[in-house]
């Protein structure tokens, strides 16, 4: 495995299959898959990879879930998610006293709004990964292209790829 210290993750279309159910009240669920879920919780603590959600929704049911998988790092309603990442990879590097940069990052994302964290990353020697139905443009950049689509493990593909199991 290479020197990855964080998997940053957008959620609709990467860790759910995109669609948004809503109703009256408002957003009524999501899809998750149990595969990914595992990966998260079960095989990246086992690798010291930090995972870290940047969505730019705002979604009650994502809080839940990520309580379920132990995930603190979660930033919703961010449409600058390169302006979060720098700040994630500042206060972890203070907090670590290590220099952390976009080479010690894997990022999962599927559309247009991942292309400002993934071209970085990609560029400084990162990893990036994408679901099957990912945009073409996230295709061209991505290291990875899972064969499941989103929501259905195609992060979980991804992190036993990252980690090479």
């Known amino acids: 495995m290479s020197n990855i210290k964080f998997l940053v993750l957008d959620v609709d279309g990467t860790l759910t ?22 990966g998260i919780k079960d095989i990246l603590p086992q690798y010291n990879i930090v995972p870290v959600i940047i969505t730019a929704r705002d979604s009650m049911i994502l809080i839940r879930r990520c ?32 220099v952390y940069g976009y080479n010690n990052v894997a990022y999962c994302g599927d559309d247009i709004l991942d292309l400002q964290c993934m071209k970085p990353i990609h560029e400084a020697g990162g990893i990036t990964g994408c679901p099957a139905d990912a945009v073409s443009d996230v295709k061209k950049i991505s290291d990875f292209i899972s064969k499941k689509n989103g929501g259905n493990g195609a992060v979980r593909e991804f992190i036993e790829w990252i980690c090479n199991i």
């Not at 159910?21 to 009524?28: F, H, I, K, P, S």
């Open 17 to 38: 299959d995109g669609k948004i159910y809503m109703g009256a009240e408002g957003e009524l669920f999501k899809a998750f898959d149990i595969k990914d879920g595992c």
């Open 67 to 98: 309580k379920e998988l132990n995930i603190s790092n979660l930033y919703q309603n961010c449409r600058d998610k390169k302006l979060q990442l720098d700040k994630i990879l500042e206060e972890h590097s203070l907090k670590d006293n290590k």
